[in-house]
């Protein structure tokens, strides 16, 4: 997959299934739009490639890559830009450690991930990865609002071809627990800056010494500062209080959290749920396990490795795990729980599929449970509560019937980035936290005890005007009933306020917006479309996040079909293809049985938008052709059931592929816009038909016995080119 240096569109090197699909997918994508012009180069955002680009020095001449996510940076401030974003990997500590060994057993001599850095190359290495975990990729990219929404086309599928969902019963004992006090929501602070400021934050202990966490931190006039914090103490008596509770209710304890996004606060909290769950081996054997090495902030998994040569520690975790509620599983099989790895429990992802699945999760025996629903901060524990709540009282969703909940997200210029960006800190010593502006006014004061999280976010003037008018263009587009979730009592969301409805009244539209608080919010959307109707959710960065798997998944049983496009401040488009994460479970199928299920519709999706997007922004008539074909094509995609199988021995991911170029290639021949694209394809469309049996043949062949990629975060190009193109039938038509 060559890096053409100036293509028309950027289409992203990632991890996982999405690049594995790649492999398969792109070459397709590059043939048909050279057709018209058109070139699509890549850029590597993958982890692998991020962590390369940050060690220029430690690497050979020819292993040396370019910082394509700094580049792609720059150019999304562009008009020009035109990006497809696949789904990366927002890395966990455990997953960057894995990357970083396996490019070390490649011959990469990167160094290792300190711990505790100690020596000053320790200290910079540790800054520079640090810069990698979590969400790094998407502050960077997002210089725009997010709109997603599910295609026409798949909407009118999922309509058509309703999923099965789990029955709720009025008893179910399915809860959501949060804290009611100590937590982010109600420590909560929020000012919006009258003038251009710069900031430090500093803790003074209790002895009066000062520590300045962070300085230099600069805002634009306009924008709109939060700072709080969650009591460690407060944290850890929630936890345990529900462990007890959930033990007397005979139901599944589980954590939904996520620590991959939330890179800084989640993890943390992780970690004291790990704690407390072992609280008495903890309170023995503490000391002994930390020089084992053990951080609970790892997770179970990585603790039970650290320890699985020490009996008596083991003899005591069993100890302790025989008086505790059975815990959600991730993988009952394999006796995976919810508390092994910090990434593998992700909020937007399990909360949902507990929710469709009627409220149950996976217990410890291969069954299905109630379960207590663990969100410690109660800012976005509502939304899941009353979701909860509703369906209780009402019963399943039925997609055969339901309506939709679009989303226009604040996201632009890293707002709202809770979690994921270098002012959130674990509170060293008692004292207070304040942030004083240059000026010497301090704009938020906390006292705080030593564990405590503090964290502060922002959102700028320029994006939230932006979001606002593009919840009235989408308004007025649909005609919907649109929703600003937005919680008066919340500092953050009443000084956003204050931005929305002027706005909405100066464009003389207040009439057509409702704001709630996002419980009350939730409620409305799933009345609105149990009727059959449809919804505008118009929220802030991390509710865009959950509300974006939450709807999905309920209405077409995954988020990977959304179509998510970022209308980018300065002009460019950047078209991501859904909200389906990496899927690491379709690599280890792959690896295992040469089967990909990875479903690329939402790349499919991504890039019919794109070449319009194209078309437009550079009067392109050959890319509108292309745009509105690559739509014929999802759709015959949808209506022959040619989206892939999980199971191996039936149709996957290369097979789907195989059928978009084909019912790509007839769409172009029979349109009757552009004479010449209709002449080159029509051979190709032929091509493709004659040797359906071939083709298909030689996919089904390929399956059935393990497949070698040369590496799970870093796969070797050619050996996973042949994995993901075994037909040379399609190859040589193809190429």
């Given at each position: 997959?060559?890096?053409?240096?100036?293509?028309?569109?950027?289409?992203?090197?990632?991890?996982?299934?999405?690049?594995?699909?790649?492999?398969?997918?792109?070459?397709?994508?590059?043939?048909?739009?050279?057709?018209?012009?058109?070139?699509?180069?890549?850029?590597?955002?993958?982890?692998?490639?991020?962590?390369?680009?940050?060690?220029?020095?430690?690497?050979?001449?020819?292993?040396?890559?370019?910082?394509?996510?700094?580049?792609?940076?720059?150019?999304?401030?562009?008009?020009?830009?035109?990006?497809?974003?696949?789904?990366?990997?927002?890395?966990?500590?455990?997953?960057?450690?894995?990357?970083?060994?396996?490019?070390?057993?490649?011959?990469?001599?990167?160094?290792?991930?300190?711990?505790?850095?100690?020596?000053?190359?320790?200290?910079?290495?540790?800054?520079?990865?640090?810069?990698?975990?979590?969400?790094?990729?998407?502050?960077?990219?997002?210089?725009?609002?997010?709109?997603?929404?599910?295609?026409?086309?798949?909407?009118?599928?999922?309509?058509?071809?309703?999923?099965?969902?789990?029955?709720?019963?009025?008893?179910?004992?399915?809860?959501?627990?949060?804290?009611?006090?100590?937590?982010?929501?109600?420590?909560?602070?929020?000012?919006?800056?009258?003038?251009?400021?710069?900031?430090?934050?500093?803790?003074?202990?209790?002895?009066?010494?000062?520590?300045?966490?962070?300085?230099?931190?600069?805002?634009?006039?306009?924008?709109?500062?939060?700072?709080?914090?969650?009591?460690?103490?407060?944290?850890?008596?929630?936890?345990?209080?529900?462990?007890?509770?959930?033990?007397?209710?005979?139901?599944?304890?589980?954590?939904?959290?996520?620590?991959?996004?939330?890179?800084?606060?989640?993890?943390?909290?992780?970690?004291?749920?790990?704690?407390?769950?072992?609280?008495?081996?903890?309170?023995?054997?503490?000391?002994?396990?930390?020089?084992?090495?053990?951080?609970?902030?790892?997770?179970?998994?990585?603790?039970?490795?650290?320890?699985?040569?020490?009996?008596?520690?083991?003899?005591?975790?069993?100890?302790?795990?025989?008086?505790?509620?059975?815990?959600?599983?991730?993988?009952?099989?394999?006796?995976?729980?919810?508390?092994?790895?910090?990434?593998?429990?992700?909020?937007?992802?399990?909360?949902?599929?507990?929710?469709?699945?009627?409220?149950?999760?996976?217990?410890?025996?291969?069954?299905?449970?109630?379960?207590?629903?663990?969100?410690?901060?109660?800012?976005?524990?509502?939304?899941?509560?009353?979701?909860?709540?509703?369906?209780?009282?009402?019963?399943?969703?039925?997609?055969?019937?339901?309506?939709?909940?679009?989303?226009?997200?604040?996201?632009?210029?890293?707002?709202?980035?809770?979690?994921?960006?270098?002012?959130?800190?674990?509170?060293?010593?008692?004292?207070?936290?304040?942030?004083?502006?240059?000026?010497?006014?301090?704009?938020?004061?906390?006292?705080?005890?030593?564990?405590?999280?503090?964290?502060?976010?922002?959102?700028?003037?320029?994006?939230?005007?932006?979001?606002?008018?593009?919840?009235?263009?989408?308004?007025?587009?649909?005609?919907?009933?649109?929703?600003?979730?937005?919680?008066?009592?919340?500092?953050?969301?009443?000084?956003?306020?204050?931005?929305?409805?002027?706005?909405?009244?100066?464009?003389?539209?207040?009439?057509?917006?409702?704001?709630?608080?996002?419980?009350?919010?939730?409620?409305?959307?799933?009345?609105?479309?149990?009727?059959?109707?449809?919804?505008?959710?118009?929220?802030?960065?991390?509710?865009?996040?959950?509300?974006?798997?939450?709807?999905?998944?309920?209405?077409?049983?995954?988020?990977?079909?959304?179509?998510?496009?970022?209308?980018?401040?300065?002009?460019?488009?950047?078209?991501?293809?859904?909200?389906?994460?990496?899927?690491?479970?379709?690599v280890q199928q792959l690896q295992a049985e040469n089967h990909l299920r990875w479903d690329s519709l939402g790349e499919f999706c991504a890039l019919g938008e794109s070449f319009k997007f194209l078309a437009e922004a550079k009067g392109n008539a050959r890319a509108k052709v292309l745009g509105e074909t690559v739509e014929t094509a999802t759709q015959g995609i949808l209506d022959n059931g040619r989206s892939p199988s999980r199971k191996v021995g039936e149709p996957d991911n290369r097979d789907s592929h195989y059928w978009f170029a084909r019912y790509w290639a007839e769409a172009l021949a029979a349109q009757g816009d552009d004479a010449d694209l209709a002449q080159e394809f029509a051979p190709v469309a032929k091509a493709l038909a004659e040797n359906e049996a071939k083709i298909?043949?030689?996919?089904?062949?390929?399956?059935?016995?393990?497949?070698?990629?040369?590496?799970?975060?870093?796969?070797?190009?050619?050996?996973?080119?042949?994995?993901?193109?075994?037909?040379?039938?399609?190859?040589?038509?193809?190429?």
């Amino acid at each position: 997959m060559a890096n053409t240096s100036n293509p028309d569109i950027i289409y992203t090197k990632v991890d996982e299934a999405p690049e594995l699909a790649s492999a398969s997918l792109l070459p397709i994508i590059q043939r048909f739009a050279a057709a018209a012009g058109v070139s699509v180069g890549t850029k590597n955002i993958s982890l692998a490639g991020r962590i390369l680009a940050a060690f220029p020095e430690s690497l050979t001449e020819d292993q040396r890559i370019s910082d394509d996510l700094a580049e792609l940076g720059e150019l999304v401030k562009t008009p020009d830009a035109n990006v497809i974003k696949l789904p990366n990997i927002s890395a966990s500590v455990p997953q960057l450690v894995a990357a970083v060994k396996e490019l070390q057993d490649q011959g990469f001599a990167i160094p290792d991930y300190p711990y505790e850095p100690s020596s000053d190359a320790e200290k910079d290495a540790r800054a520079r990865y640090d810069a990698i975990k979590g969400s790094a990729v998407n502050p960077v990219l997002r210089e725009g609002n997010s709109d997603r929404r599910a295609a026409a086309a798949v909407k009118k599928f999922a309509q058509n071809n309703p999923h099965r969902m789990g029955d709720w019963s009025a008893d179910s004992k399915t809860r959501v627990a949060s804290m009611s006090g100590g937590d982010f929501f109600s420590n909560e602070t929020s000012a919006t800056l009258d003038k251009a400021a710069t900031a430090k934050i500093v803790l003074t202990a209790a002895d009066g010494s000062e520590t300045v966490l962070k300085d230099g931190v600069s805002y634009p006039a306009g924008t709109v500062v939060d700072a709080t914090y969650m009591s460690a103490q407060a944290l850890d008596a929630f936890l345990a209080d529900e462990i007890e509770k959930t033990k007397d209710e005979g139901v599944l304890f589980s954590l939904h959290m996520k620590a991959t996004m939330m890179k800084v606060s989640d993890p943390i909290i992780f970690g004291h749920a790990v704690r407390e769950w072992l609280k008495p081996v903890f309170e023995k054997y503490g000391d002994q396990m930390k020089d084992l090495g053990v951080n609970p902030n790892s997770g179970l998994g990585d603790l039970l490795e650290r320890v699985k040569d020490q009996p008596e520690i083991l003899k005591a975790i069993e100890e302790v795990r025989a008086t505790r509620p059975p815990m959600y599983m991730v993988d009952s099989d394999n006796g995976i729980t919810n508390l092994h790895v910090p990434s593998d429990v992700i909020i937007d992802a399990s909360m949902p599929a507990l929710i469709r699945a009627g409220g149950k999760g996976w217990g410890p025996d291969g069954k299905e449970h109630d379960a207590v629903c663990v969100i410690p901060d109660d800012s976005y524990a509502p939304v899941y509560d009353e979701a909860i709540k509703f369906f209780k009282a009402n019963g399943k969703l039925n997609p055969a019937t339901a309506g939709t909940v679009q989303n226009i997200g604040l996201m632009a210029q890293k707002a709202e980035e809770y979690g994921s960006h270098p002012t959130t800190f674990e509170i060293p010593a008692d004292g207070t936290v304040k942030m004083v502006l240059d000026d010497g006014t301090t704009l938020h004061e906390h006292s705080v005890q030593a564990g405590d999280i503090w964290r502060s976010a922002s959102a700028r003037k320029a994006p939230i005007e932006d979001w606002v008018n593009l919840a009235i263009e989408r308004q007025k587009a649909t005609g919907y009933r649109a929703i600003f979730w937005l919680d008066q009592a919340r500092a953050h969301d009443a000084e956003l306020i204050k931005y929305v409805k002027p706005i909405l009244e100066a464009k003389g539209v207040a009439d057509k917006f409702e704001i709630m608080s996002p419980r009350d919010a939730t409620r409305a959307s799933f009345e609105t479309i149990t009727r059959g109707e449809n919804t505008i959710a118009i929220t802030g960065n991390v509710l865009r996040d959950y509300l974006t798997d939450l709807f999905p998944i309920l209405e077409l049983a995954t988020s990977a079909k959304m179509l998510s496009i970022v209308k980018l401040m300065n002009g460019g488009g950047l078209f991501e293809t859904g909200a389906g994460g990496s899927a690491p479970k379709h690599v280890q199928q792959l690896q295992a049985e040469n089967h990909l299920r990875w479903d690329s519709l939402g790349e499919f999706c991504a890039l019919g938008e794109s070449f319009k997007f194209l078309a437009e922004a550079k009067g392109n008539a050959r890319a509108k052709v292309l745009g509105e074909t690559v739509e014929t094509a999802t759709q015959g995609i949808l209506d022959n059931g040619r989206s892939p199988s999980r199971k191996v021995g039936e149709p996957d991911n290369r097979d789907s592929h195989y059928w978009f170029a084909r019912y790509w290639a007839e769409a172009l021949a029979a349109q009757g816009d552009d004479a010449d694209l209709a002449q080159e394809f029509a051979p190709v469309a032929k091509a493709l038909a004659e040797n359906e049996a071939k083709i298909t043949g030689e996919l089904a062949a390929a399956q059935g016995k393990p497949a070698d990629i040369g590496g799970y975060y870093h796969p070797d190009a050619d050996k996973l080119a042949a994995v993901m193109r075994p037909s040379a039938t399609l190859n040589a038509i193809i190429d």
